[in-house]
C-alpha cells in the first residue's frame, strides 16, 4: 500500500489531479446508475402491488354486489364463472372464515398452499412470492368482511415481465458504464487542466523573472478569489519584498563604494605625493594626519555599515531596561562640549532636577545622541547655537537637540532617515558626510518604540525629538550620591 502510494505521489499533479476526478466521477456514475436500477425496481413492485390492492377491491365489490356472503354454493358457482374467465392467466383463490374454498383458479394447482386465518392477517394485507413451477409469482392476502362473514383472497401475478424489465434495464445500464467511465476521464482530464492552467500560467511569468526585471514582471492576478488567487497576490508580494531588498543592496553598493572610494583615494594621493620626493618632516606630518583622518572616517563608515548589516541580519539585540537619561545627557555634554568649543558654538544643556529613569538601552541611547550632536556641530557654523533638552511629563522622558545650523530642505526631510540621503545643501556644504547616521538612529528608535520627529527651516537650523516611556517603578528619583557639581540643574557652556 505504502509503495503504491508512494508511486502516485511521484507522478505529475495534473495526473494525479486527472486520476481523482477520474474515480470521483466514475464512482458517481455507478453509483447513480445503481440507484437508478433499485428505483426502477421499486417502482416496478410498487405499480404492480398496486395492481393486487386493485384486484382484492375487485373481489371485495363482487361479493357485496352479489350478496354472496350468506349462500357458500352460490358464492362458489358465481366466483367461477365471474373469475374464470377475467382473471385467466392470473393467480386467485378465495376462502371463507371456516377456511373452505370458495375459488380456486387452476394456476394455483399448479403449487397447491393453504392460506391462514383471516384473523391472522394484517389489516392491510401481506405480500408473499412463491414459485408455481418455472414462474415467480408475487402475490397479496387479504382479509375482507361483508355481512359479518370474514373472506381471505390471495391474489397475484407472474413476475415474469417485471424480471425481463429489470434485466432489460440492467443491461443498458451495463451498456452505459463504458461511456460513462470514457466521459468521467475526459472530463477529469478537462478539470483537472482548467484547474491546473492559472499554476501554469505562474510557472510560464516565475520563469521570465530575474533580478534585472523585478520592478516590470508580476505574476498574473487571478479574479477567481481562491486559493490560486491568494498564492498569485502572496508571490506577488512577495516579489516586492524581493525587489526592495535587491534594490537596497544595489543602493547599498553602489554607495558603500562611492563613500569608500573618496577616504582611499584621497589615502593613496598623499601617499604618492609623499614619497615622490624627499620632504621636511612637517611636510611629511602634515600627509600622514590627512592619511589618519582619512584613515578614520573609514573606519566609522565601515563601522557604520558593519552596524547596518547586523542589523539586517537581525543580530543586533537592543535590552530595554531603566537606566537614567539625565546621567546619559550629561555624559554627552561632557563629550561634546570641547568639540563645541573648538568649533566656536554655543553648547547648552538643560536637564530636570533629579535622576529621570527611563526604558532604554544605554549603549544604544547614547549613540542615538552622539549621532545627532555630531549633525549637529557638523552643519552649524561659527557663532551657532546648540541646546540639548530633557524634559518629563507623567508617562514619559522627552529628548530635543536644536541647533541654528544651515537646515534641512522641506522636499529632502522625508528622506533624511534613507541610507546614504543626505540633503542638498548637506553635500555642498559639508562633503565628508556618510549619509548613514540618521538611518542608524532612525533603527536605534524604532527599537526603542519611538520615532525622531524632525523640524527643520533653511537657513534657521534644526531641531530632532523624541520620546521614551518612563521606568514604571521609578519616575523622576531623588539622587543624593551625586554631586551638584558633577550634575547641575542648568549646565551650559558658551565659547
Same mark, same amino acid.
Given at each position: 500500500?505504502?509503495?503504491?502510494?508512494?508511486?502516485?505521489?511521484?507522478?505529475?499533479?495534473?495526473?494525479?489531479?486527472?486520476?481523482?476526478?477520474?474515480?470521483?466521477?466514475?464512482?458517481?456514475?455507478?453509483?447513480?446508475?445503481?440507484?437508478?436500477?433499485?428505483? /426502477? *425496481?421499486?417502482?416496478?413492485?410498487?405499480?404492480?402491488?398496486?395492481?393486487?390492492?386493485?384486484?382484492?377491491?375487485?373481489?371485495? $365489490?363482487?361479493?357485496?354486489?352479489?350478496?354472496?356472503?350468506?349462500?357458500?354454493?352460490?358464492?362458489?358457482?358465481?366466483?367461477?364463472?365471474?373469475?374464470?374467465?377475467?382473471?385467466?392467466?392470473?393467480?386467485?383463490?378465495?376462502?371463507?372464515?371456516? =377456511?373452505?374454498?370458495?375459488?380456486?383458479?387452476?394456476?394455483?394447482?399448479?403449487?397447491?398452499?393453504?392460506?391462514?386465518?383471516?384473523?391472522?392477517?394484517?389489516?392491510? =394485507?401481506?405480500?408473499?412470492?412463491?414459485?408455481? =413451477?418455472?414462474?415467480?409469482?408475487?402475490?397479496?392476502?387479504?382479509?375482507?368482511?361483508?355481512?359479518?362473514?370474514?373472506?381471505?383472497?390471495?391474489?397475484?401475478? /407472474?413476475?415474469?415481465?417485471?424480471?425481463?424489465?429489470?434485466?432489460?434495464?440492467?443491461?443498458?445500464?451495463?451498456?452505459?458504464?463504458?461511456?460513462?467511465?470514457?466521459?468521467?476521464?475526459?472530463?477529469?482530464?478537462?478539470?483537472?487542466?482548467?484547474?491546473? !492552467?492559472?499554476?501554469?500560467?505562474?510557472?510560464?511569468?516565475?520563469?521570465?523573472?530575474?533580478?534585472?526585471?523585478?520592478?516590470?514582471?508580476?505574476?498574473?492576478?487571478?479574479?477567481?478569489?481562491?486559493?490560486?488567487?491568494?498564492?498569485?497576490?502572496?508571490?506577488?508580494?512577495?516579489?516586492?519584498?524581493?525587489?526592495?531588498?535587491?534594490?537596497?543592496?544595489?543602493?547599498?553598493?553602489?554607495?558603500?563604494?562611492?563613500?569608500?572610494?573618496?577616504?582611499?583615494?584621497?589615502?593613496?594621493?598623499?601617499?604618492?605625493?609623499?614619497?615622490?620626493?624627499?620632504?621636511?618632516?612637517?611636510?611629511?606630518?602634515?600627509?600622514?594626519?590627512?592619511?589618519?583622518?582619512?584613515?578614520?572616517?573609514?573606519?566609522?563608515?565601515?563601522?557604520?555599515?558593519?552596524?547596518?548589516?547586523?542589523?539586517?541580519?537581525? !543580530?543586533?539585540?537592543?535590552?530595554?531596561?531603566?537606566?537614567?537619561?539625565?546621567?546619559?545627557?550629561?555624559? /554627552?555634554?561632557?563629550?561634546?562640549?570641547?568639540?563645541?568649543? +573648538?568649533?566656536?558654538?554655543?553648547?547648552?544643556?538643560?536637564?530636570?532636577?533629579?535622576?529621570?529613569?527611563?526604558?532604554?538601552?544605554?549603549?544604544?541611547?547614547?549613540?542615538?545622541?552622539?549621532?545627532?550632536?555630531?549633525?549637529?556641530?557638523?552643519?552649524?557654523?561659527?557663532?551657532?547655537?546648540?541646546?540639548?533638552?530633557?524634559?518629563? $511629563?507623567?508617562?514619559? /522622558?522627552?529628548?530635543?537637540?536644536?541647533?541654528?545650523?544651515?537646515?534641512?530642505?522641506?522636499? $529632502? *526631510?522625508?528622506?533624511?532617515?534613507?541610507?546614504?540621503?543626505?540633503?542638498?545643501?548637506?553635500?555642498?556644504?559639508?562633503?565628508?558626510?556618510?549619509?548613514?547616521?540618521?538611518?542608524?538612529?532612525?533603527?536605534?528608535?524604532?527599537?526603542?518604540?519611538?520615532?525622531?520627529?524632525?523640524?527643520?527651516?533653511?537657513?534657521?537650523?534644526?531641531?530632532?525629538?523624541?520620546?521614551?516611556?518612563?521606568?514604571?517603578?521609578?519616575?523622576?528619583?531623588?539622587?543624593?550620591?551625586?554631586?551638584?557639581?558633577?550634575?547641575?540643574?542648568?549646565?551650559?557652556? +558658551?565659547?
Amino acid at each position: 500500500m505504502a509503495t503504491v502510494r508512494g508511486t502516485c505521489m511521484q507522478l505529475p499533479i495534473r495526473i494525479r489531479l486527472s486520476i481523482s476526478y477520474f474515480v470521483i466521477f466514475s464512482v458517481a456514475g455507478v453509483l447513480l446508475c445503481c440507484a437508478a436500477y433499485f428505483m /426502477a *425496481q421499486h417502482s416496478l413492485y410498487i405499480a404492480l402491488d398496486h395492481d393486487l390492492d386493485e384486484h382484492v377491491d375487485d373481489v371485495h $365489490d363482487f361479493f357485496v354486489a352479489h350478496k354472496l356472503a350468506n349462500d357458500l354454493e352460490r358464492a362458489r358457482q358465481e366466483s367461477a364463472d365471474e373469475f374464470g374467465l377475467k382473471d385467466d392467466g392470473k393467480w386467485l383463490q378465495i376462502a371463507d372464515e371456516q =377456511g373452505r374454498w370458495i375459488y380456486r383458479a387452476g394456476r394455483m394447482l399448479v403449487d397447491p398452499h393453504d392460506m391462514p386465518a383471516a384473523s391472522q392477517i394484517p389489516a392491510r =394485507g401481506s405480500f408473499i412470492e412463491f414459485r408455481a =413451477g418455472i414462474k415467480k409469482v408475487r402475490a397479496l392476502r387479504r382479509a375482507f368482511n361483508v355481512d359479518g362473514h370474514a373472506f381471505v383472497v390471495e391474489t397475484g401475478s /407472474a413476475l415474469t415481465r417485471t424480471d425481463q424489465t429489470l434485466v432489460l434495464f440492467r443491461d443498458s445500464l451495463l451498456l452505459i458504464l463504458p461511456a460513462v467511465f470514457v466521459m468521467a476521464g475526459f472530463a477529469g482530464h478537462m478539470m483537472s487542466r482548467s484547474a491546473l !492552467t492559472p499554476v501554469a500560467a505562474i510557472a510560464r511569468e516565475a520563469q521570465r523573472i530575474h533580478n534585472g526585471n523585478l520592478e516590470k514582471l508580476h505574476l498574473p492576478e487571478l479574479k477567481t478569489r481562491d486559493e490560486l488567487a491568494h498564492l498569485s497576490a502572496t508571490l506577488n508580494e512577495m516579489l516586492e519584498r524581493i525587489e526592495s531588498g535587491v534594490r537596497s543592496v544595489r543602493d547599498f553598493t553602489a554607495y558603500a563604494s562611492h563613500e569608500l572610494r573618496t577616504p582611499v583615494a584621497m589615502i593613496r594621493t598623499e601617499a604618492d605625493l609623499a614619497l615622490q620626493q624627499p620632504r621636511s618632516n612637517n611636510e611629511y606630518r602634515e600627509a600622514i594626519e590627512v592619511i589618519g583622518s582619512e584613515a578614520q572616517r573609514m573606519s566609522a563608515l565601515l563601522d557604520s555599515l558593519l552596524f547596518l548589516a547586523r542589523a539586517d541580519a537581525g !543580530t543586533e539585540q537592543v535590552q530595554l531596561e531603566p537606566v537614567d537619561a539625565r546621567r546619559i545627557c550629561w555624559q /554627552a555634554f561632557e563629550k561634546f562640549r570641547r568639540v563645541f568649543q +573648538r568649533a566656536l558654538i554655543t553648547f547648552t544643556v538643560h536637564l530636570p532636577q533629579g535622576s529621570v529613569m527611563v526604558m532604554a538601552d544605554a549603549p544604544y541611547l547614547q549613540r542615538l545622541l552622539n549621532i545627532v550632536l555630531e549633525n549637529a556641530a557638523r552643519y552649524t557654523t561659527e557663532g551657532g547655537r546648540v541646546d540639548l533638552v530633557l524634559e518629563i $511629563d507623567n508617562v514619559s /522622558a522627552r529628548f530635543e537637540v536644536s541647533d541654528t545650523g544651515i537646515g534641512i530642505p522641506m522636499m $529632502d *526631510q522625508p528622506h533624511i532617515f534613507d541610507r546614504f540621503r543626505r540633503g542638498a545643501n548637506a553635500r555642498d556644504s559639508h562633503g565628508n558626510g556618510s549619509g548613514l547616521g540618521l538611518a542608524l538612529a532612525a533603527w536605534i528608535a524604532a527599537h526603542h518604540r519611538t520615532n525622531i520627529e524632525v523640524e527643520s527651516e533653511i537657513g534657521v537650523g534644526s531641531s530632532f525629538m523624541w520620546q521614551l516611556p518612563l521606568a514604571r517603578s521609578s519616575g523622576i528619583l531623588a539622587e543624593t550620591a551625586t554631586s551638584q557639581a558633577e550634575l547641575s540643574p542648568l549646565a551650559s557652556i +558658551r565659547s
